[in-house]
């Protein structure tokens, strides 16, 4: 059984950092990309960034470009979001998703088979 298991956020003010984890059990995701979405309450779900596991290569959200970082450690099985200058329109409930990709990056969705349970961000003014 495939579980994501998120962790790191919090209430932090506009400017400051968090990090959030995804770890990751159940299987390795060797041909897998993994992804980071966000919901605001009442809206609908939006992709934040994306990693392919196997290349490592990444895919962000215009919103996020230049703030975020999406990375992954192989050997924790185990997916990060790095994200610096926050700001309140950032806050929302995090979530990470896994899914079978090649070599691909997932943007989509629905493309992921696997959520984690998610974990609040909240960004004061």
């Known amino acids: 059984q495939v579980q994501l298991v998120e962790s790191g956020g919090g209430l932090v003010q506009a400017g400051d950092s968090l990090r959030l984890s995804c770890a990751g059990s159940?299987?390795?995701?060797?041909?897998?990309?993994m992804g980071w979405f966000r919901q605001e309450s009442g809206k609908e779900r939006l992709f934040v960034a994306g990693?392919?596991?196997?290349?490592?290569?990444?895919s962000y959200a215009d919103s996020v470009k230049g703030r975020f970082t999406i990375s992954r450690d192989r050997a924790k099985n185990t997916a990060y979001l790095q994200m610096n200058s926050l700001k309140p329109e950032d806050t929302a409930v995090y979530s990470c998703?896994?899914?079978?990709?090649?070599?691909?990056?997932?943007?989509?969705?629905?493309?992921?088979?696997?959520w984690g349970q998610g974990t609040q961000v909240t960004v004061s003014s």
């Open positions: 990693i392919n596991w196997s290349s490592g290569s990444t």
């Open positions: 998703a896994a899914g079978p990709a090649g070599w691909r990056i997932l943007t989509s969705r629905n493309a992921y088979t696997y």
């Open positions: 159940g299987r390795t995701f060797g041909s897998y990309a």
